[in-house]
């Protein structure tokens, strides 16, 4: 298995790995940063504009496309990267998130501990999950085998076994119960896998196992014990930022490290240089293009208005007449052409290109940020690294 696959360690230190990840569709340097084009697509970014952006590889999600179009439809259009026109690495998620989110309202909610909105989601079995499609209202049933099915039709480079992603609040025979189930969906999402491997995809399992340190070492054990390409941490990681550290660590302790790393949904510039220095590998998120959006634009310590945010809001009255770019030693597109005050004026009359410009600048700035991350590591002065960016 995985005959078209490796992971090459290049350097270990105490600030962590540099390493670099061989697919069909190219190779991948890692420490990575993985962007999210949940239905296909990067929000208002064409796939020329991600590859001159210096991106590496993006994610597409595996729910979403089994809702609408179907994976089929995808498989007869010559897969995912010949439909949407991307020729790099591609990840994709196994639905499991979704399946959390769908039965638990808003997932930001939901990780702080809370609880909101409307589920769709009818019943989690021992088969898999039954929800409602947002697309037409029938009823769907995703299932590990089904879940692979359509990783293995939309053609992603680097797939995931399907996990139940439990929530903050539920209590610790839950989580053990909840962990056990998504061990057993992980080797029958394994064992499709296998059926019909053909070399063109790589499977990650997933630890779950919630904060509970013991079930974290279970489930990182588990996934280490089964022939997995590599290991993403999955799951509810804390009410803090100190406790998701702390579960990360839990998870990092006994998995095995000549495997690639993944680290699900974080993507902050703090997390990221935690997260490097624990051994994580790569790591996804849709925070860059989202707060884009909402004219979040990332920026280094120096141009922050506030140290509590890594953006600045660029709709903020401040910047109305602001001449700079949203960096001064931003080299993206957007900061060679546009002014903050450009962009704000864009902004308040809702002009679509104020949400790409900004997106593009978040994405030239994160793929930039880990750059320079492997840079420090490179040079080991990974702390100034740090201390520029975060």
Request: net charge neutral.
């Amino acid at each position: 298995m995985y005959e078209n696959f490796s992971f090459n360690i290049l350097k270990q230190s105490n600030d962590g790995r540099l390493g670099i990840i061989h697919t069909p569709h190219g190779d991948v340097k890692t420490p990575a940063f993985i962007f999210c084009g949940t239905k296909g697509s990067v929000k208002g970014i064409s796939p020329y504009q991600l590859n001159e952006l210096n991106t590496q590889i993006i994610l597409s999600n595996t729910y979403h496309l089994f809702v609408y179009p179907g994976s089929e439809h995808i498989k007869r259009h010559g897969g995912l990267h010949k439909f949407i026109g991307w020729n790099k690495p591609m990840f994709s998620d196994s639905g499991g998130f979704q399946i959390f989110s769908l039965g638990n309202g808003s997932v930001a909610d939901e990780i702080k501990g809370k609880r909101s909105g409307v589920s769709t989601l009818s019943k989690i079995t021992e088969e898999g999950a039954i929800f409602r499609s947002y697309w037409d209202g029938s009823k769907q049933l995703l299932t590990p085998e089904i879940s692979i099915q359509v990783q293995r039709n939309i053609g992603t480079d680097l797939i995931v076994a399907l996990d139940e992603c439990t929530p903050y609040h539920s209590d610790r025979r839950y989580t053990e119960k909840s962990m056990y189930r998504s061990h057993r969906w992980e080797l029958r999402s394994l064992n499709e896998f296998e059926s019909h491997d053909d070399g063109s995809q790589a499977l990650y399992g997933i630890v779950q196992g919630g904060v509970h340190p013991d079930f974290r070492k279970v489930s990182a054990e588990f996934v280490s014990e089964h022939n997995f390409f590599a290991a993403a941490i999955g799951g509810t990681l804390g009410a803090s930022k100190e406790q998701m550290y702390e579960v990360v660590g839990m998870a990092m302790d006994n998995l095995i490290k000549t495997r690639p790393i993944h680290l699900l949904g974080i993507g902050g510039i703090c997390d990221i240089f935690n997260g490097v220095r624990m051994g994580i590998d790569t790591f996804d998120c849709v925070h860059p293009t989202r707060i884009a959006r909402h004219g979040g634009a990332l920026v280094k310590r120096e141009y922050r208005d506030d140290e509590r945010r890594e953006h600045i809001n660029l709709k903020r009255s401040e910047y109305a007449n602001d001449d700079n770019p949203i960096e001064k030693d931003c080299n993206c597109p957007t900061c060679r052409l546009f002014s903050r005050a450009y962009l704000h004026y864009l902004l308040k009359v809702n002009e679509l290109l104020a949400l790409q410009a900004i997106a593009m600048h978040n994405i030239y700035f994160m793929n930039q940020l880990m750059s320079e991350i492997r840079s420090g590591l490179t040079n080991d002065n990974l702390s100034e690294v740090k201390y520029k960016w975060k």
